[in-house]
């Protein structure tokens, strides 16, 4: 597998990220080619610090190849370009390989 992370960092108003991801960007990466697995999640810290992040996105696909083909459809230009609409904090975007190890 190979997978596409997205850390989002602390938007300026989390309810108006929240409503718009929920909304308006979701139903554009549903509509991404070969994601085998998406997953979101709101960043929670464990000793009571906030966290580095506000949520991370991921994207799972079957290799490398089928991610940047993907990206590069009208679908994932379309999901792309409407990150700068609500993530007024920024993003990061990592890309790896998944290799399990456990179990």
């Known amino acids: 597998m190979y997978?596409?992370?997205?850390?989002?960092?602390q938007p300026t108003d989390p309810a108006a990220f929240d409503e718009y991801y929920a909304t308006k960007h979701l139903p554009l990466v549903r509509e991404i080619p070969?994601?085998?697995?998406?997953?979101?999640?709101?960043?929670?810290p464990?000793?009571?610090?906030?966290?580095?992040?506000?949520?991370?996105?991921?994207?799972?696909?079957?290799?490398?190849?089928?991610?940047?083909?993907?990206?590069?459809?009208?679908?994932?230009?379309?999901?792309a370009g409407d990150v700068a609409n609500f993530a007024t904090g920024g993003i990061s975007l990592l890309f790896s390989n998944e290799d399990t190890v456990l179990p």
């Open 3 to 9: 997978r596409v992370t997205i850390v989002y960092n």
């Open 46 to 79: 464990l000793d009571g610090n906030p966290p580095a992040a506000y949520a991370l996105a991921e994207l799972r696909f079957e290799s490398k190849d089928e991610a940047g083909q993907a990206f590069a459809s009208p679908q994932g230009q379309s999901a």
């Open 34 to 44: 070969n994601v085998k697995k998406f997953a979101v999640g709101k960043c929670d």
